[in-house]
């Protein structure tokens, strides 16, 4: 296994489900409920999200195959997406692929833990599209699979701490300092969205990357 897998999927994920910027909204949607109300909202969201990463991990490839689309192509499609998200997070602009402003300004009534927390917040279209893109360049290497999925279940876990703790880690960060994390994120997952689009050309064809280095 390449020695930059294991960090590369770690931190694509993590910039991509991006807890401590969504940590505004997890308080705005777990607020008004009890304590025991909040755990369990963040268990199912979490769990939910999960669910749906591993699915996209194991069946991904297949998936791909089914519609002809070869893995050079998604990762230059994925790399696109998650510089539209990148930019986002530079800019502090909502993220439109997670969620609108509309809705973490009017979260309605009723069990929020399946939409939008785990979808689109934690497991969105980024998410989905950086699984893919991931499971495709595993090729069915089965130690690759299990990094992935093992990877995006911890993210998600630490994205349920987050959750848990997002009152008392907006008060140590503050706005400023979440915002400037969120930026600093934000140009980290741009320089490697740029990278999968370069990967994704060359194994194309288009361009050589010994031209680049």
């Known amino acids: 296994m390449d020695a930059n897998f294991i960090p590369t999927v770690f931190f694509t994920l993590f910039f991509v489900v ?15 409920y009890e304590s025991r109300r909040q755990r369990l909202i963040i268990l199912r969201a979490t769990g939910v999200a999960a669910s749906v990463s591993v699915f996209f991990v194991l069946f991904g490839k297949v998936f791909l195959n089914f519609l002809g689309i070869t893995p050079a192509s998604f990762l230059f499609a994925g790399g696109i997406l998650l510089f539209l998200i990148s930019m986002d997070m530079l ?49 069915g290497d089965t130690g690759k699979i299990i990094t992935i999925v093992t990877i995006s279940v911890i993210m998600f876990i630490i994205a349920g701490i987050v959750m848990f703790f997002s009152v008392f880690i907006e008060r140590l960060l503050g706005e400023t300092g979440l915002s400037v994390i969120q930026r600093i994120m934000g140009l980290i997952l741009s320089a490697m969205a740029v990278q999968f689009i370069i990967n994704g050309l060359n194994q194309i064809g288009i361009i050589s990357l010994s031209n680049l280095r």
């Open 91 to 139: 800019f502090a602009r909502p993220t439109r692929t997670k969620v609108s402003k509309e809705d973490i300004e009017s979260p309605g009534g009723g069990d929020t833990s399946v939409f939008p927390l785990a979808i689109p917040m934690l497991c969105g279209p980024g998410n989905i599209a950086a699984l893919l893109m991931f499971s495709s360049q595993a090729d």
């Open 18 to 32: 991006d807890p401590l910027g969504l940590i505004p909204a997890f308080i705005i949607y777990l607020s008004g």
